[in-house]
């Protein structure tokens, strides 16, 4: 079930983001193409992915929301360009292809990471079937993930920690910040968007933080483990940049034990949802089996 | 009477955006101080003000409409830190000041303008006394005014005709991108927080389109007449770097005559408006007589 579903609500994301982009069709030729560059360069979808799943959760029917699904991948891929860039993480290749500023050059992957980023909050207007109220607590709950105290907060820690050994509660309050907020807005505004009561909402957070702390677990593990092709990355980077994470700062056997104990926690967390839920907990499993 | 309203208004902002700032506390001091740092650098908070405008000309009272301002002055702020970047602009100085990247690095300072792009949209959303109508309103005239066919398309135009010569409409055309939207989105939000009937709107988005175009017409003129220390940052760079603009594509005398003419356009754009709107003419009026 969970291979089905999710390709074929990866196919309904990027038949709306090859739409959402031609609506946007911008002044200009280049910024047009960097923008696209990076945004259909494939990958996993997740987000959108597990928007669609908290909105199913709940009783609604998913699939309704790929726009917001869309909205929040844009601002997944704002992150990645801007992170990818020489005065950050400084990365020549992401999916296996040069990164944006590589083709494009600095200062227009500075733009089209400011442009897909304030195109996410255009794009999450327009999605169909949602009330004002829902509208403006979907574009709150976007905004504070994304902004100083979520995404961009964690990178600047991520950034300042570079070289530097941190510890355990430091990693993950890093990493939650960095991205486990997009994870938890992504679940919680899906659940908003198909009418969650304040309980479900509540349980649907502490699946969402659980997801979050166990993908980084289990992207650190594959950072080690992984395929350099399948990933589109090179592996071991991380102890070859001195980096902390899961893995260094524990052990492999450790790193996976914790991963397992927290995806059992996630799935935990859904239990007074009927197979509804299924998705979500399908999601949280395949976590341990990802191979990129 | 402008210059003590707009005084007054001014104090207004400053205090709002230190209380939005602290609300916002950033997890990681680092982040905090680099937008502390540009944001609160000065300036004629010009766009909160004719936000402010725009809602007195409606009839409603402009200041209740200071936590919008202040998101649009994030918003403003971090075009100005990225377009200041060495893979941009590579400017140096701005208000007198090192640029945000001279104090704080290249990567601190994308991220900084990224949390300030993101923190605007959470920020409009505390906008007291607005109906999620309102809200969802705003946001829409924000993220359009900012995005791939406004600012950041703007941007992109202009760093590609860098060291070439284009046309009056080719500049026209950028500056309407780059500031012009903006401008529209202060004043369309104005309207709209205030209550503008749709012909009000209208006839409000005709002033913010003559208002923009003024503007730059007289940034450029100053940029030839202007005093260095009043304006902080170097005089005469058009010309020195071979820039198209309102004065070196036409003459001193025709560019000054362009925006009078403009201003005038801008004003009679108001005729249907009563002394409501005096504040909006004499902002007009004053685009004229700027040092700065």
Same mark, same amino acid.
């Given at each position: %079930? ?5 390709? =074929? ?5 990027? *038949?709306? !983001? $090859? +739409?959402?982009? /031609? &609506? ?94 304030? %195109? ?5 207007? =327009? ?5 004002? *109220?829902? !509208? $403006? +607590?979907?574009? /709150? &709950? ?112 450790? +790193? ?37």
């Amino acid at each position: %079930m969970l291979k089905d579903l999710w390709k =074929r609500r990866l196919d309904l994301v990027e *038949e709306k !983001l $090859v +739409a959402e982009l /031609r &609506e946007n069709e911008a002044l200009n030729e280049t910024l047009c193409s960097a923008m696209k560059y990076s945004l259909m360069a494939g990958g996993k979808r997740l987000r959108p992915v597990l928007l669609m799943a908290a909105a199913d959760a709940v009783g609604a029917e998913g699939d309704a929301y790929v726009t917001t699904g869309c909205a929040i991948e844009m601002i997944h891929t704002y992150s990645l360009i801007h992170d990818d860039l020489p005065s950050m993480d400084n990365d020549d290749y992401r999916r296996g292809k040069p990164t944006n500023h590589k083709v494009y050059g600095d200062g227009i992957a500075v733009l089209a990471g400011d442009a897909l980023l304030t %195109m996410a909050f255009e794009v999450m207007l =327009r999605q169909k079937g949602a009330t004002p *109220e829902q !509208l $403006v +607590a979907i574009v /709150r &709950e976007m905004s504070t993930a994304a902004g100083s105290n979520g995404m961009v907060g964690g990178q600047v820690i991520d950034l300042e920690s570079e070289g530097k050994k941190i510890d355990l509660q430091e990693l993950r309050k890093m990493h939650m910040a960095k991205t486990g907020a997009l994870f938890r807005a992504a679940i919680r505004s899906g659940a908003i968007l198909g009418g969650a009561t304040e309980a479900q909402l509540a349980a649907l957070t502490t699946y969402a933080d659980k997801f979050g702390l166990a993908f980084q677990i289990t992207d650190d593990i594959l950072d080690v483990t992984g395929n350099e092709e399948t990933i589109g990355k090179p592996v071991g980077s991380d102890e070859r940049n001195h980096k902390s994470t899961y893995v260094t700062l524990t052990s492999l056997p450790e +790193a996976r034990k914790m991963a397992l104990d927290t995806i059992e926690e996630a799935i935990d967390a859904l239990e007074e949802f009927g197979d509804e839920a299924d998705f979500l907990r399908d999601l949280a499993g395949y976590l341990m089996e990802r191979n990129k």
